[in-house]
Nanobody
Framework: QVQLVESGGGLVQTGGSLRLSCAASGSIFMINVMGWYRQTPGKQRELVAVGGGSTNYADSVKGRFTISRDTAKNTVYLQINSLKPEDTGVYYC???????????????WGQGTQVTVSS
């Protein structure tokens, strides 16, 4: 089985910063994509940032959020700067990976980490 475990959420003031981490563990042959989604109050879960062959960001976070990966540790990070109250929500780690050499890809989600930005 595979697990994604997030950490780094918390309560910060407007303009503050956080660094989220997500470590994948278990039966993993290759990770194709790792990224972050978030669910803010009253809205559907949305893509924040994803990295694989290329990196993509939601327009609302460009210039403030930076995604990075440590492939040796199967870990993805999200550096969040200049936080705004509208960034408040639950941030979920996401991965598409291969568990064996067959090429079949699986999708996994972390349990989520809460980010709260006070005004």
């Amino acid at each position: 089985q595979v697990q994604l475990v997030e950490s780094g959420g918390g309560l910060v003031q407007t303009g503050g910063s956080l660094r989220l981490s997500c470590a994948a563990s278990g039966s993993i042959f290759m990770i194709n994509v790792m990224g972050w989604y978030r669910q803010t109050p009253g809205k559907q879960r949305e893509l924040v940032a994803v990295g694989g062959g290329s990196t993509n960001y939601a327009d609302s976070v460009k210039g403030r959020f930076t995604i990075s990966r440590d492939t040796a540790k199967n870990t993805v990070y999200l550096q969040i700067n200049s936080l705004k109250p509208e960034d408040t929500g639950v941030y979920y780690c996401y991965a598409v990976l291969q568990r064996t050499t067959t090429g079949y890809k699986y999708q996994y989600w972390g349990q989520g980490t809460q980010v709260t930005v006070s005004s």
